[in-house]
């Protein structure tokens, strides 16, 4: 078997589509988690602190002059050497969004899978052989 058949194989098997489907779903889930955080959660958190949170602006000078610098590419442009866990806090607060969902979506899914399960299944039709054996026993029991 050629090697270019061995991947056309590998590749149309379902697992391997369905992870491909899962990662372009999960790429653009995440992009809508970072607009549900950037785009919702953040100025709603501006609006009750009553300020202008911005996380991108939050950052430790660790070496450096900082006089006069008050954002971040200030800071970078000037070549000084910053800790800049604002965008960190960023990332973390997305990763802790997506990971709740996810989470949600799971559990929904697990509720659907036991509701399934707990259905009763209907039973199996009996077999014409089992079938012609107990109308045999029952005449054999009428006779006796």
């Not at 100025?43 to 939050?58: A, D, H, L, R, T």
């Not at 707990?118 to 029991?141: C, F, G, H, S, Y």
Request: glycine residues 8%.
């Amino acid at each position: 078997m050629s090697i270019i058949q061995e991947f056309k194989e590998f590749a149309v098997k379902g697992n391997v589509m369905d992870l491909a489907i899962g990662v372009i779903i999960g790429g653009a889930f995440g992009k809508i988690i970072d607009s549900l955080v950037k785009d919702i959660l953040m100025p709603i958190i501006n609006f009750v602190i009553g300020g202008e949170v911005n996380f991108s602006n939050k950052f430790i000078v660790l070496r450096g002059e900082s006089e006069n610098i008050t954002t971040l590419v200030q800071a970078q442009e000037a070549g000084l050497t910053v800790l800049s866990y604002g965008n960190f806090l960023t990332i973390l607060i997305n990763f802790l969004i997506l990971a709740w969902v996810v989470f949600l979506l799971v559990k929904v899914m697990n509720r659907l899978r036991k509701q399934e399960e707990a259905a009763p299944a209907e039973p199996a039709p009996t077999p014409e052989d089992v079938q012609l054996l107990r109308e045999i026993r029952d005449e054999l029991k009428k006779q006796g």
